[in-house]
């Protein structure tokens, strides 16, 4: 299939003459006299609605993450093209995280460079990530100031009154550092990501002494998706790790609390912390939700809780994390609107996306709880990364039981994040439900209205929590559950996952792999047959989706 959905690398202020690069060694001082070139897309979009309040103390200790362009794009879309097309001899034949690197990472010459330049700006130089595409390195304000030839100001948010620190400017850089640099991240402080957990309104209070809590149950959840016989025989996700994208800490006796609520004898997620980690818990709900949807739907999976702090260097941190690890299924519920993500981070990010559908990862990100108009500003725009075609958007449905807690229906929550992006073209393997020129999302749904919500423990009570950050773990859980009944079966993987849903979904078996939702809408869009902007393709119905796929 081909993917046309590039956006454009590079990001100078003018087009730059290809200069020779000799490798240099690490750390050697770099010549003085160099045209400089700017980095566009670099400043954070709050700056032009806040005040500034003064400067950055010079002494202050600063943190960033430097993201090196890629090398042979047109050999990596044609890679991706083919190992993403069920048509073509290398379908699924995915490299790993060396092989990679080897293949699209910047070369050890200009790691070397870059990172031989950012010391002799009287850098600390750090970690260099497993694909050679992120390098990170501190120091204090008046160094990183000189390194990237900008200022750093505080600033005062005229919408909602928090203040942070920001570049004042553009990032300036040498030609030949700049042409290899496509972002630099950790020159603001400005928290901008949204997590998508939204608590019920029919309760009140938490309940922190309730025996039988409200919401979802792992029995009725697994009901509900039709794979209670498939987990009750083993198939349980055993053998597969699900790595969550958290910009939050998180308490490990409130998911404890909630397995033996449940009657679950599970060992703790571990943490791994990106970019120093984060002792944040203002997320901690959205933490649990995540954790605790897993848990409740893929029992046998180890789950690895991916710290970062909530900034776009933590960002950058994570995302390189999770695919230099190569953890086969990742979730999000984090996100922002697509205009509130810089131009530069936004290919950073899809650089460590593309690499995860060339290792095979499957990437799910919820696909936000504002309907149609995620900016909030009275039109239509979507969420990012879910509108990045190398994650699979999970939009929210509004969940019906029956008896025995067996799925009776689904219709489309209201607030199910969902539209048409503005920065990625369509890919092709949503040619066939989208004849427009960008990508819509989401591509999949499930369970996300607060009020039919999932049962959490969180903060030392019992809630009611739904939104699409219940989605993205939903699907990222069923994952796991697939890729251990692949291996059982010697087969392979789920891999990039919308190359699969949509490859089935277009077969003869979605009526029966699928629960199509056709009702309901977000604002702007409604639900109908098939593929639609509010739902996707809908949810799975885990049983007959595995029977499909695996036989």
């Known amino acids: 299939m081909k993917l046309r959905i590039r956006p454009v690398v590079g990001l100078l202020a003018a087009p730059l003459p290809i200069i020779a690069l000799a490798a240099a060694p690490a750390f050697a001082a770099q010549p003085a006299a160099q045209s400089p070139a700017a980095l566009r897309g670099d400043v954070v979009a709050a700056v032009s609605h806040s005040v500034r309040t003064g400067d950055v103390a010079a002494g202050q200790r600063i943190s ?74 501190s120091g204090t304000a008046a160094q990183v100031q000189k390194a990237f030839g900008t200022s750093l100001a505080t600033y005062r948010d005229n919408q909602d009154g928090h203040s942070y620190f920001a570049n004042t400017s553009e990032p300036v850089l040498p030609a030949d550092i700049a042409s290899v640099v496509t972002d630099v991240s950790g020159l603001n402080s400005y928290a901008k990501y949204t997590h998508f957990s939204t608590k019920s309104t029919a309760q009140a209070t938490p309940d922190a002494s309730s025996k039988t809590p409200a919401g979802l149950s792992p029995t009725n959840a697994q009901a509900a998706y039709n794979l209670t016989s498939t987990i009750k025989a083993g198939t349980n996700g055993k053998g597969v790790t699900v790595g969550l994208l958290e910009f939050s800490g998180f308490q490990q006796s409130d998911v404890a609390a909630y397995d033996k609520g449940f009657g679950l004898k599970l060992p703790a997620p571990t943490v791994v912390n990106a970019g120093g980690g984060t002792t944040d818990l203002s997320g901690q709900d959205e933490v649990d939700l995540d954790i605790e949807v897993v848990q409740a739907l893929a029992p046998g999976a180890t789950i690895k809780v991916y710290e970062a702090p909530n900034s776009d260097a933590g960002e950058t941190a994570v995302y390189s994390k999770l695919v230099s690890d190569n953890v086969p299924v990742i979730s999000t519920s984090w996100g922002t609107y697509e205009a509130g993500e810089t131009p530069s981070n936004r290919v950073a990010v899809d650089a460590d996306l593309q690499e995860a559908a060339a290792q095979g990862q499957s990437v799910y990100a919820a696909s936000g709880d504002s309907g149609s108009d995620d900016a909030g500003n009275g039109g239509t725009s979507v969420d990012f990364p879910a509108s990045d075609p190398w994650v699979t958007g999970a939009g929210g449905t509004t ?30 393997y949503q040619t066939k439900v989208n004849k427009g020129t960008y990508r819509s999302v989401p591509d999949v749904a499930s369970e996300a209205d607060p009020n039919t919500g999932w049962a959490v423990y969180t903060e030392g009570a019992w809630n009611v929590y739904g939104g699409t950050s219940a989605s993205a773990p939903n699907w990222a859980a069923f994952t796991a559950v697939y890729d251990s009944a692949a291996k059982a079966k010697g087969k392979a993987s789920f891999g ?3 190359s699969r849903i949509y490859t089935l979904a277009a077969s003869s078996s979605y009526a029966s792999a699928f629960h199509d939702v056709k009702s309901g809408n977000n604002g702007a869009y409604s639900a109908g047959t098939g593929y639609d902007k509010v739902t996707g393709w809908g949810s799975y119905n885990g049983a007959n989706f595995l029977k499909a796929e695996l036989g």
Do not use: C, M
């Open 64 to 137: 960033v993450a430097v993201s090196l362009a890629q090398r042979d794009t047109a050999g990596l879309d044609a890679f991706l093209n083919q190992v993403t097309d069920p048509n073509s001899a290398e379908y699924q034949h995915y490299l790993t995280v060396d092989q990679f690197a080897q293949r699209f990472g910047a070369t050890p010459a200009t790691v070397a460079k870059v990172s031989a330049y950012l010391a002799g700006q009287g850098l600390q130089v750090g970690d260099v990530t497993a694909n050679r595409l992120t390098i990170e390195a």
């Open 496 to 498: 990039f996952a919308n």
């Open 399 to 428: 969940l019906s039981l029956g008896s025995g807690g067996a799925w009776k229906s689904e219709t489309a929550w209201s607030g199910s994040g969902g539209g048409v992006s503005s920065y990625f073209n369509t890919p092709s």
